[in-house]
Nanobody, 122 residues
Framework: QVQLVESGGGLVQAGGSLRLSCAASGRTFSSYAMGWFRQAPGKEREFVAGISWSGGSTYYADSVKGRFTISRDNAKNTVYLQMNRLTPKDTAIYYC???????????????WGQGTQVTVSS
């Protein structure tokens, strides 16, 4: 089993940057593909970025491609989301999630953190 805890969210002005972290507990963290998802009020949870268990493959939603970067450090049991050139449309609760295989579908992920709020002001 894996427990996930997000951190690094906050309030930032448009054009600014934040780095989110997701700390995982569990001895099998390195075997899980990881993803970042976000959910704005009144909307469904959507895929943001994903990374394979080895870190060799990454993939992004079109809305964040070129601005966000996902990475992982298996030695530290941590996955990151570097967010640059933020806009108000990026405002949401951001969640990290783990799965036994790479996917963009939140319904397929087995493990979830509690989320961290990101608010981008104009």
């Amino acid at each position: 089993q894996v427990q996930l805890v997000e951190s690094g969210g906050g309030l930032v002005q448009a054009g600014g940057s934040l780095r989110l972290s997701c700390a995982a507990s569990g001895r099998t963290f390195s075997s899980y593909a990881m993803g970042w998802f976000r959910q704005a009020p009144g909307k469904e949870r959507e895929f943001v970025a994903g990374i394979s268990w080895s870190g060799g493959s990454t993939y992004y939603a079109d809305s964040v491609k070129g601005r966000f970067t996902i990475s992982r450090d298996n030695a530290k049991n941590t996955v990151y989301l570097q967010m640059n050139r933020l806009t108000p449309k990026d405002t949401a609760i951001y969640y990290c999630a783990g799965n036994t295989y790479s996917s963009t579908d939140p319904d397929e992920y087995a493990y979830w953190g509690q989320g961290t709020q990101v608010t981008v002001s104009s």
